[in-house]
């Protein structure tokens, strides 16, 4: 059974104005009427785990995209790393810099802890990710920092609203679709 957020499936969306690395500002009230929206939180940009969350999105944007949904992914790293690096412009989907982690406490994605960090799902997917070619990179933001998934529909309500378990514990691009 995957950790729940304080907010919950049924709720409206708290609303919120953020600016990807780019600059370009994004309001969630924007979408309203027009598209779903996928919330992805993750941890930093070096994480290697967070990077294969990453590509398997790219991977499967044209069936977001199919659904009528904007994917927006949530790291903690500042956007001066982000355009450093690069990885910013590698997606079709906006990389938000929350590195004061004002959305992430919006939407209550908090901390685990050693346990959460050490989990046998945590070591499975970094070693996946690792096997991928992800590597790890500075890291950056609070360090037991949890992943969430939430889905935004049309209407502006929660259909979604989890945090995870453990630092692997992101749903799938198939399982975040079935919510859509």
């Not at 499936?9 to 919120?16: N, Q, R, T, V």
């Not at 949530?74 to 690096?85: E, I, T």
């Not at 970094?126 to 590597?135: E, F, N, P, R």
């Not at 609203?161 to 992101?170: H, I, P, S, T, Y």
Request: aromatic share 8%.
């Amino acid at each position: 059974m995957p950790a729940k957020s304080k907010l919950s499936a049924g709720i409206e969306a708290p609303d919120f104005t953020v600016t990807d690395a780019n600059g370009t500002e994004y309001h969630l009230a924007y979408f309203r009427g027009k598209k779903n929206v996928a919330l992805v939180f993750l941890r930093y940009a070096g994480c290697p785990i967070c990077q294969l969350s990453l590509q398997e999105l790219k991977n499967a944007y044209a069936e977001f995209e199919a659904k009528d949904t904007q994917v927006m992914a949530f790291v903690q790293s500042p956007a001066s790393r982000l355009l450093q690096s690069g990885d910013v412009n590698a997606f079709p989907f906006p990389i938000i810099p929350d590195p004061d982690e004002k959305i992430y406490k919006l939407y209550n994605v908090g901390s685990g802890g050693l346990g959460a960090l050490l989990a046998p799902d945590t070591l499975r997917r970094g070693i996946a990710a690792t096997l991928k070619g992800h590597k790890q990179g500075k890291m950056e933001g609070n360090t037991w920092q949890l992943p969430g998934d939430f889905i935004v529909d049309k209407q502006g309500i929660l259909k979604l609203a989890r945090v995870g378990k453990n630092m692997g514990d992101n749903l799938k691009p198939r399982d975040l679709l079935s919510y859509l």
